[in-house]
């Protein structure tokens, strides 16, 4: 099988080392490019950062020169996919530029989250969702898929296995790491020993995305869920993975059974079509009295290429009609690189991207 | 004016160094014993322990000698009144012998807390709760007055202001310090750059003292509030100060400013009488976008003596009819030692403690 | 009396904000304008930053509107005395400028420190190169005196009274926290639960600027010290204070006694003058194994406006000719500010600043 | 090949569980017994811990029966090797009689370290240690080997390549993570965003170790190395890794080119015979001027078995007749359970143990 040529757009932030680790020795995807901002630029990659997502800087990355971050650039390496970890205001200058050139950008920029023919991919819960890549192709040469917001992308693995159980309504309050603001986005001063109970957009981000993600498509376009959620973030000194306390109200009573069995049974098309980034178990049940950790858990799935693409649930409680759980969710891969490159392969399988 | 001679029992956690702490030269009270286990026992308060809730030992402390927790020892020193802050398996013993020899106890232990003739007295909401103490007197010579679990603390103080709004339910996320779990109770590696999101007991002593507390005296009883609870409990690397993230339903809808304006206003019983560790303001409202923080609001509380005291409330956002917010509890000073001298200095008043 | 008014230039960083603490009702200094970047500038003080160093922001200063930090704005402002916190590269811009306009600087940039007739002052060591700023005058209207590097100032406080015991080298390895890379100066990411073996140029600093500190007035000009100093500097995860381990080689055996009297019994001519801000003992050795510790001893220093000028030390051990020992230094306050601001109340006390 | 039968003694501790981590699946030795304490006794080991060393229990252990330390319990379990993590005081009880029935004992427990005819082993060091053996088995049916201190491992991983260059000296300074304390030694309160400059016995054991790891075998005897070391050890809030600031004094000027050759060229019997956890290359040097670093670099060693086995240095700096360095060790890998088994591999290899 021939491997498809890719590029990384913003090399060097976390969730762009995020995306070199996960590609390491892809076997539908081949790093062929590597872009960052103007500073960076010219350097080997192994040269131009602070690896700081665990192990080693893979092999073919280490040597492979960095370019700055640019539509021409991008078209010379003669790559067909590009995974975008730029910030959103880059995003919103450049994505669409790449689009029009017939590329497809799968892309964890906020930036088009919110178009409507763009999906909000999560592959195990609105794999059909797809399908508004067709729409967009219609128009373009190429497409761009996002994935969502990283709290999101937890709680959306928690609440999908649970739309048979019939939910009223959420209510979440986030434990999110230092990891999630970017390398250089926190100032230590500002959190060391120290808890800061607001990320901006965040909540917003989390209510909307999350009926998007949710919704149903029909007839080429994707009707919000309107499930109510209320949202409250905050930052507090943990290195990776987010911590969500959240109540679902239900529409009549279930137990805490229901829902252990709805989340751990939950399975869907990535893991039918056994797509190398996804975990055996999407979502995972712990029994012990005091899990998720994010020491603990934060790099839960199986096989070692799903590790952080599991989520995690734990002490899962009744309260009259509300259910209480804690979820924790890998920011940087199931929030953000390790989502887009599930969204890749399955866009692969299907034969979108050539 | 004569001071009445007190001690601490309990005096070289936390808790213990906080009540020596806040008595430093107090008008009413004189540090006369200080009792522990038999580890500590014999030797001056220096160096029976690493003193860690800021500044220095004070003086009239540090060379005090700290005698066995025992009855014996505790009359020979013929204090008036105790500040405990033993454990609760070691209250159990104690704290009803001590009352029988006609002793006040102050007591942070939860043993007596669902006692029906005891109070869980908060000053500034249930003062008039004091009355139960006579019932205590009338079969003891002596009383025991109880305060709250550091987190019910924090989200009484924010609950009762809100009482005449008109509340149905309350949903509350808790952030607990590092500190909550006394001076060994939690090792290094398991909260070092972790979150826990278990604390035993917290959750339903958070949902279960409340009632209590924003209760009705009837007829030298107290008639439970019966308010809906839902507590989910978290310990996170903060040294000090709980932070709660809180939803409260209304029964009808409010504005962000009749709750801005319940809390800000909130002025009691230890106000009007200038008790010396009252507070001058109880509730704080901040308008920053990312307060309270535990490292910046902690020790918020004016005058001097009162630094610890005043709970921080940040974040005050509505969603239908419901109200979002964060609020800061220092939980050994309000939520533990300060409540419990307040509530002293309360008794010292009305003439109950001679 | 009649006070002196001054400026905090750079008043919005932590040893900004450490002036403006400081200066809180200071019995010779007045605080008449606070200046910063052109960010903060036209705000007041309260709203152009988070305090960060401890308390609440004294209320003289709350709603004093920054202006942003140049030399007509600083001499409008009539007043005669500048402390300056701005970054090295500004205070190379500016304050020749303000001295040469008859201004006496007190500057915690590294900028001036190694010229020829500027003090690198610390009152207890060498109160006497206050003598060179008249070779200042002589040629400016003003005078520029600076402090050490935070590190350095630790480090000389434990040298400078162990001089008459003969030394012959020193090795030092130190643990600084993350205040001293400035508010924003440091990731989160990078720092937290890690340790950074380096700070750059700091320790140049440390060997470099000591000889001078140290070094004799000879003819209004300075001879250095030319004491081996071997620094090894490494950033923790720790709030403030740095910690120092220490090793000094004498030139002949000493005893852990001779030591500890040296450092117990160092006093000098703040302390004789009973400056505002000396410290009573400028050096705490403590007996305990294991301090000092930051957490427990970074405040050291009595009276209350002296907190955080005390060094403390422990752990003294002999080594054959060595002797082993751990110092602590609040790195914001010893280590800039508050020396910063000993240094202006001798000149007041001589009558240099007026 | 046939695989060994090994216990792992004191199991569910960080040393013990870094054991099992170690021998999953190792193609020497097969994991057929763990012992505990009596709390854990009966249970099966995934129930008897929080697993805290990184990744999954291995499917081999995990629902493995964990039975209780003692002689009886261990002879029946027909294990041949038994890999020791129990305390010290424990270690003193059991380890000797476990050597008089004929098993190996590979030890962390520091009780036997300085017995005469105990190696403290450190396989690229001082393989021909293992000689002493011989001389315990004439009087045992059995031996112990031991490993170093965490600390003192790091230390003679560095030093040893450096004897050719003639050493005179060394002054080391340690930055201790809190995983050295085990997993419940450290209390959260006491070193949260602090650092603790005191670990019980640590200082004299890098000093008094050391001199045996370096000394040469003579006629069956080991003769201290003699080589003047001067400790100074610090407890920092890092979770895995203690790093190291050394100063070592050479009998003659080197160069910096030097050492980094020394360092990184060496190579010994581990790496010659490929034992399963042998790193490639047992000492890193770094060229980045900030490394090494505990969350970067804790891990460092290949292949996969032998992660966390490779010491990294860097900052290599002349000074005069010393060389300045950072070092780091993963203290419970290389210097714990790691060696330990790189000990038990090497002694399979020579038909030591079968």
Not at 31 to 42: F, P, Q, Y
Not at 136 to 143: E, L, V
Not at 197 to 212: D, T
Not at 282 to 304: M, N, T
Request: with cysteine.
């Amino acid at each position: 099988m021939k491997r498809i040529k890719v590029a990384v757009m913003g090399c060097t932030g976390l969730v762009g080392q995020q995306f070199v680790k996960l590609l390491d020795e892809h076997p539908y995807f081949e790093l062929a490019a590597l872009t960052s901002s103007s500073r960076s630029a010219g350097k080997g990659y192994g040269r131009a950062l602070n690896w700081a997502v665990g192990g080693e800087i893979p092999e073919a990355a280490r040597e492979m020169e960095v370019s700055e971050t640019a539509v021409d650039a991008l078209l010379k390496s003669q790559v067909k996919v590009v995974f975008s970890a730029v910030p959103a205001f880059l995003a919103e200058k450049i994505e669409h530029l790449l689009r029009a050139q017939g590329l497809f950008i799968f892309s964890n920029a906020s930036t088009h989250r919110m178009d409507e023919d763009v999906p909000i991919l999560i592959p195990e819960i609105n794999p059909g969702h797809f399908a508004l890549v067709r729409k967009q192709m219609s128009r373009h040469k190429g497409f761009i898929v996002t994935n969502s917001n990283c709290s999101t992308s937890g709680l959306a693995m928690v609440l999908a296995p649970l739309e048979p159980l019939g939910m009223k309504s959420v209510t979440v309050t986030t434990f999110q790491s230092i990891s999630g603001a970017g390398r250089r986005g926190l100032a230590a001063m500002d959190i060391a020993a120290n808890a800061i109970p607001f990320i901006k957009n965040e909540e917003e981000k989390m209510e909307g995305e999350l009926q998007k993600i949710l919704g149903q498509l029909d007839r080429h376009k994707i009707v919000s869920r309107n499930l109510p959620v209320n949202a409250s973030c905050c930052r507090i000194p943990v290195r990776e993975g987010h911590l969500l306390s959240i109540v679902v109200d239900f529409l009549k009573e279930v137990d805490v059974g229901d829902v252990e069995k709805a989340l751990s049974n939950f399975s869907s098309v990535p893991q039918a079509l056994k797509l190398p980034t996804a975990p055996e178990r999407p979502v995972i049940v712990r029994q012990e009295e005091d899990r998720p950790q994010p020491v603990l858990d934060v790099h839960a799935g199986q096989p070692e290429r799903a590790r952080g693409m599991a989520v995690t649930v734990g002490r899962i409680r009744k309260k009259a009609r509300s259910i209480n759980l804690f979820a924790l969710v890998h920011n940087t891969v199931r929030g953000a690189a390790g989502t887009c490159l599930l969204s890749a392969e399955l866009a692969f399988q299907k034969g979108l991207v050539h």
